[in-house]
């Protein structure tokens, strides 16, 4: 047995030590360990090169090390947290980033001792399993496998690192065994897949299936990957320049000059610097002793001694007090603190007392209906005195992926100040802890608080009564427009201009009988009371596209002041049930429009129906729309509005009496609609000669057109009606 060092550690003397974890546990395989990490004896004293992986939550680590009896001696790292240089600056876990980190590590290693030039490694990625053969005089650096308590499971990170290390250019004695794309059953490795998962491609796949599903998740869960420009379109040439320039340049990067650090010890002082330091405390003691002495001398007498004026009572007194250091350092201070205390409570009672005699306070919670109303008052006013903002934005994003966003500024969170009526007005909005609860919401509980001078109260219900009209005349001005954001109706932007009645061509009087039936509507609700009918109202508008089936709607609820509430069958997260409390829970003086109900529904007589292209991913069940239109718990004063380009598609429990009232075909433009829409758009009368020359050449090519297109022929040629007639072939090849 050869000679073993003792090394006489802080671990040697204790006098009993708990044994490591894994030790205890029975984890480690000391046998296979020891083979591992003892080197070989002979007279070069080689050691014997670990690579050591391991995988972390944040980084993956490859380290090359050899071991010695203080512990093991580091010779190369490489962390996947610094493949941002080489232009991987997201997801620094994967599989991708653990081949980049080992090919980092061996690419640095084989430069620093001089063996880049003559192992390269596999500088072609092509998934294949290689092994490092000898060139020249040096042979190739080898390392073995150390993957600590990890398991060995195929495809595994681990695997990956060791592939980046081999095809950087180390001798890691391996097989294929364990690569991702090795078939255990029938012991063949897939190269070309093996490659796919090094350059990230099952990355790129999920990436856009998870947008085609999901959008919103899809920018949750790869954020990162978007703020740095990697996408499923460039991820894989990402990898692919981010391998060609580690093999460019592997070096560490400089480390930064560590920042001195807090000294929380004295200074060691010089002999010289002690020695002075005594003589200065010295100097000082004199100095003070000196100090002492003068102030101890006897004063002279402002009068001649036998004088017979004696000093009195309180002279002495004061001379005392005076001269007693206790009564100068404690009465003192007492004095001036209680004369502070008295001026502070002073000032409280004053503005107490004036902020109740002659100032007004109004408190206003987010409970309240004029909560909104008032903020939106404020804002206006102190738009151009205060800096302290809060944006209130609102998404939308349609189904063809278009997102429109509105934003509006409230005033933020502190203290403002604004004027109104030739006074000077105090805001205070302030947040509480509590949480209050609206329609299934959680928001935060918050209060405003106006301050004036004065006394009269009216002036706040004056103020109130005038932010209120704002409101309205804001929602009267525009067509309101709703959407549905979880269990309730939520305003869309800003009110949109409201579409005149006249401005939808439609043919014969349709027009005139759609506005008398919903003005009889509207004004007979005690006629349906009285007679115990439900007060409800279901549309069905049907036609060829772009007929002016959803153009009408809007215009006829601008018409009557309405308000829009837009809802999709087609949204994944809407059910039974949150259908049914949205269409309870409506807004007043609003209708409810349900666009191309036959996307979401089939006619269940229909045998065509069991096509795929029929069946909608809606989570919304027939039975529970027909109950949501029509059902016992169904509200009143509703206003329903469906539209849809094929009818016979529908079921007929859909569209029967009590669910759709009224039902209305809108065609294909007609010579009076033709007539009408042309003297509309180009402001002349509908018996022109103009008109009627249009009206005869649409008529010669014997071909239905959609009011849509010729509105879109028209804005080609705005301002010239003569252009519209000599370019008439052109609107008929787009149909």
């Known amino acids: 047995m050869g000679l073993v060092k003792v090394v006489k550690n802080k671990a040697y003397f204790k006098r009993y030590q708990v044994k490591l974890k894994r030790r205890r546990e029975g984890k480690t395989d000391y046998y296979a360990r020891k083979r591992l990490t003892v080197q070989d004896k002979n007279k070069y004293n080689t050691p014997k090169y670990r690579l050591i992986v391991r995988l972390t939550n944040k980084d993956v680590v490859a380290q090359l090390a050899y071991s010695k009896i203080e512990g093991d001696v580091v010779v190369a790292s490489a962390y996947s947290h610094e493949l941002p240089r080489y232009g991987l600056k997201a997801g620094l876990t994967n599989y991708a980033a653990a081949y980049a980190t080992g090919l980092l590590l061996a690419r640095r290693h084989l430069k620093a001792i001089g063996l880049d030039s003559t192992y390269k490694g596999h500088e072609e990625l092509t998934g294949e399993d290689y092994n490092v053969e000898e060139e020249g005089d040096r042979a190739p650096f080898k390392a073995v496998l150390d993957i600590g308590l990890a398991r060995t499971t195929t ?150 001694p036998g004088s017979s004026k004696e000093p009195s009572f309180f002279s002495n007194l004061y001379e005392n007090l005076n001269q007693n250091p206790y009564f100068n350092a404690g009465a003192g201070l007492a004095g001036i603190g209680i004369a502070m205390s008295f001026l502070r409570r002073t000032a409280q009672i004053s503005n107490t007392y004036f902020r109740r005699r002659f100032m007004i306070t109004l408190q206003v919670n987010n409970e309240d209906a004029a909560y909104p ?56 909005r302030q947040r509480e802890k509590q949480v209050i609860q609206r329609d299934g919401i959680r928001t935060p509980f918050e209060t405003v608080t106006l301050t004036t001078l004065g006394s009269d109260v009216k002036f706040f219900k004056r103020m109130l009564e005038h932010s209120a009209k704002e409101a309205i005349d804001n929602a009267e001005t525009g067509l309101v427009i709703y959407q549905a954001v979880g269990p309730q109706w939520v305003r869309f932007g800003v009110p949109r201009k409201k579409r005149d009645i006249e401005s939808v061509v439609l043919d014969g009087k349709i027009c005139e009988q759609l506005l008398q039936d919903f003005q009889e509507f509207i004004g007979s609700a005690e006629w349906y009371a009285d007679r115990g009918v439900p007060y409800r109202r279901g549309y069905l508008f049907y036609g060829p596209p772009g007929t002016g089936k959803s153009s009408f709607i809007s215009a006829l609820a601008s018409h009557f002041g309405y308000s829009v509430c837009l809802l999709s069958l087609s949204e994944r997260t809407l059910d039974d049930d949150r259908l049914n409390h949205l269409l309870n829970t409506a807004p007043p003086n609003s209708v409810v429009i349900l666009e191309d109900i036959d ?48 009818v016979e598609r529908l079921d007929p429990a859909l569209i029967r009496p009590g669910r759709v009232d009224r039902k209305q075909y809108f065609g294909n433009a007609t010579d009076g609609m033709l007539r009408k829409m042309f003297a509309r758009f180009y402001r002349q009368p509908s018996d022109s000669e103009l008109a009627e020359q249009f009206v005869q050449l649409v008529s010669e090519h014997k071909t239905e057109l959609s009011p849509a297109s010729i509105q879109g022929h028209f804005l080609m040629h705005k301002q010239d009606p003569r252009g519209a007639l000599d370019n008439i072939k052109n609107m008929f090849r787009s149909v």
């Open 155 to 304: 495809g595994s990170k681990i695997f990956a690192v060791m592939k980046g290390v081999a095809d950087g250019g180390i001798n890691v004695p391996h097989s294929e065994n364990r690569f991702f794309g090795f078939d255990q059953e029938a012991k063949e490795y897939n190269a070309e897949a093996h490659r796919d998962r090094i350059l990230g491609k099952h990355v790129a796949d999920y990436m856009t299936l998870l947008k085609e599903e999901d959008e919103d998740r899809y920018k949750r869960q790869f954020s990162k990957f978007l703020t740095n420009g990697m996408n499923a379109e460039n991820l894989v040439s990402t990898y692919q320049k981010a391998h060609a320039s580690i093999r460019a340049d592997p070096s560490p990067a400089a480390k930064k000059a560590a920042k001195p650090g807090k000294r929380h010890t004295a200074k060691r002082l010089t002999y010289d610097e002690r020695k002075q330091r005594v003589a200065d405390k010295k100097a000082l003691l004199l100095q003070l002793k000196e100090q002492q002495e003068m102030k101890e001398l006897p004063k002279v007498p402002d009068e001649a």
């Open 599 to 646: 996307a979401a529904f089939v006619s269940r007589e229909d045998p065509m129906s069991n096509h795929p292209a029929y069946q909608g991913l809606s989570r919304v069940t027939f039975s529970g729309l027909l109950n949501a239109l029509d059902g016992v718990a169904c509200a009143e004063e509703r206003i329903t509005f469906m539209t849809t380009n094929y």
């Open 373 to 428: 109303w008032l903020l939106d008052f404020i804002n206006k006013r102190s738009a151009t005195q205060t800096r302290n903002l809060s944006a209130n934005t609102v998404v939308h994003q349609a189904e063809s992926g278009k997102t429109e966003l509105s934003i509006s500024f409230l005033p933020g969170h502190g203290t403002h100040f604004f004027v109104h009526d030739y006074r000077w007005i105090k805001v205070e």
